[in-house]
């Protein structure tokens, strides 16, 4: 298969990656809308072991069978035949099985550990999900390992399409039946289970297509588990460092964030709330760091040059462009939302609670798109188990700052607990860079310009609140309509700074729609200032 096709089916699968971590992050504001905020923080304490298995599925295991299926084929040297190796999917079954096994029968201890007893019956219904990983997990694997990627997409669109239609519809009709909040944490749950079957079921109709067109070998041959555990360890590690970063610093919120609110001196009823309303950054947060680091994708092909042994001046350009985007965007963006949070607070969520602490949280989505940006030139290097060290550091760090932090500060000694613990991730994996990269980072942006377009935008958008203020809100509506207008007009005029200011090069420009007619305008109004 050639280059092209491969990166066509790595797009594919990015794109669809970006649609599923739109559609997940999306739905869980109506569920807080329905459920309140309690509703959502029982959710939300299941949803990391959800989202972990979630994420194996997609990328960690296929990624790992597919890489063992190439070699084991090319020390073979068989093109033409497509060997399934059973030992695999009985490997994953075993090891997803102990899983289970753990959550499930664990359930109680911890319930109890994360502070709220009542969960042991939701994280019962996550583990199940578990028992169908290893299914889709081989079926995405064994595509995988012949380049194709579309069956992997469409499942796993399609799942997360099913999963929250289910999570929609089991929590309105069990509010209307009178169920209690945790039963429909459970449904929640459950949800996540139903839709890894149909995904199954795409991915074995998908394979009775593909068994029609390729010679396909049934193989009970032995398999190293030393070198399967190897693969799925070091894939693990990409997939950790690209995809869990989130979700690993909300499981230690999981687990500290009830007892240190009570030590705080809320009582359960009151901490549950309050975790509820520090989760409503999560979402955000999530969607924030999409939009910030999408360009990642431009990213594949410098990838692809530093693995193949390109120079160092390509290497030290694709990071200085990849950064500078990255600032542009997701600076942007979390300043956007830092200044009309109240009123973002307001329209998703139906009140301001939690504004203050959720502003700081926000501060993450820059954090964490820089942090995405700088650890894919570091895989790039190969810089992997160093990665996964500072990794590891970070989110022990986080536990610690919360264990500090909470029973002081309450969410807010959480929000400032992630801050920190990824601020320094992003110091050490740039401290990690310059050693093998010369670049200066003062000189990765335009400053002036960049600061010139950033306080063009500030001053917009705080003269539209300014507007919206003396005029009358009182509903959701006129809220909405708020964001819009501020929105839109901080986003123009932002980036139409940025162009006239010279925040972009000649070259960028050309990779936008219409560059060539930026250009001509930027051209056009340096003259006319000049000329005034």
């Not at 799925?232 to 230690?252: A, H, T």
């Not at 500060?409 to 920190?420: E, P, R, Y």
């Not at 740039?430 to 093998?436: D, E, I, V």
């Amino acid at each position: 298969m050639s280059h092209k096709q491969v990166f066509k089916g790595a797009l594919l699968l990015t794109i669809a990656g970006i649609l599923g971590k739109v559609l997940s992050a999306g739905y869980r504001v109506p569920l807080q809308n329905v459920t309140g905020d309690t509703g959502f923080y029982i959710y939300q304490q299941v949803y990391p072991f959800i989202t972990v298995a979630w994420m194996m599925s997609i990328y960690g295991y296929p990624a790992a069978i597919s890489k063992f299926l190439i070699e084991t084929k090319e020390r073979h040297q068989s093109s033409d035949q497509v060997t399934m190796h059973i030992p695999i999917f009985i490997f994953l079954f075993i090891l997803n099985g102990i899983v289970f096994f753990i959550l499930y029968a664990g359930a109680k201890p911890i319930a109890i550990w994360m502070g709220d007893s009542q969960l042991e019956v939701p994280i019962q219904f996550a583990s199940v999900l578990y028992l169908f990983i290893p299914f889709t997990s081989f079926l995405r694997g064994s595509f995988q390992s012949v380049e194709d990627m579309r069956p992997t997409a469409i499942s796993q669109t399609g799942e997360q399409v099913v999963r929250i239609s289910l999570i929609i519809f089991f929590t309105y009709t069990l509010l209307q039946e009178g169920k209690n909040l945790y039963d429909i944490g459970s449904s929640a749950a459950l949800s996540s289970s139903i839709a890894a079957f149909i995904a199954f079921v795409i991915l074995a109709v998908s394979f009775l297509f593909f068994y029609e067109r390729h010679q396909i070998h049934f193989s009970m041959k032995m398999i190293s588990i030393r070198k399967m555990i190897k693969a799925l360890f070091e894939i693990s590690l990409v997939v950790g460092l690209n995809y869990m970063l989130l979700i690993l610093l909300q499981l230690v919120d999981v687990f500290t964030m009830i007892p240190g609110l009570q030590d705080f001196g809320l009582a359960l009823d009151e901490a549950k709330v309050e975790k509820g309303i520090y989760d409503r950054g999560q979402p955000l947060v999530q969607l924030g760091v999409v939009f910030g680091s999408s360009l990642s994708l431009a990213l594949i092909p410098a990838i692809s040059k530093i693995k193949a042994g390109g120079t160092k001046k390509i290497e030290e350009q694709s990071l200085k462009k990849a950064l500078k985007l990255t600032l542009f965007f997701s600076t942007a963006a979390t300043t956007g939302m830092i200044m009309i949070f109240p009123s973002v607070n307001i329209l998703l969520f139906k009140t301001n609670a939690g504004t203050e602490t959720l502003r700081i949280f926000m501060l993450m989505i820059l954090l964490v798109s820089i942090t995405l940006t700088l650890s894919t030139f570091l895989q790039g290097l190969g810089f992997v188990k160093r990665q996964a060290l500072l990794f590891g550091m970070a989110v022990g760090i986080k536990g610690l700052l919360n264990i500090v932090l909470i029973p002081h500060l309450g969410i807010k000694g959480a929000a400032l607990a992630s801050v920190v613990s990824v601020l320094l991730l992003v110091a050490g994996f740039a401290f990690m860079l310059r050693r093998y990269i010369t670049i200066s980072y003062q000189a990765v942006v335009p400053w002036k310009s960049f600061g010139f377009a950033l306080a063009v935008m500030v001053i917009i958008v705080m003269i539209a609140e300014q507007l919206f203020i003396n005029g009358e809100i009182h509903h959701r509506l006129d809220v909405l309509g708020f964001i819009f207008v501020s929105c839109s007009l901080g986003a123009v005029t932002y980036f139409a700074a940025l162009i006239w200011s010279g925040g972009f090069t000649r070259e960028e420009l050309l990779l936008l729609p219409y560059g060539e007619r930026l250009i001509q305008w930027m051209v056009r109004r340096r003259r006319s200032w000049k000329k005034s």
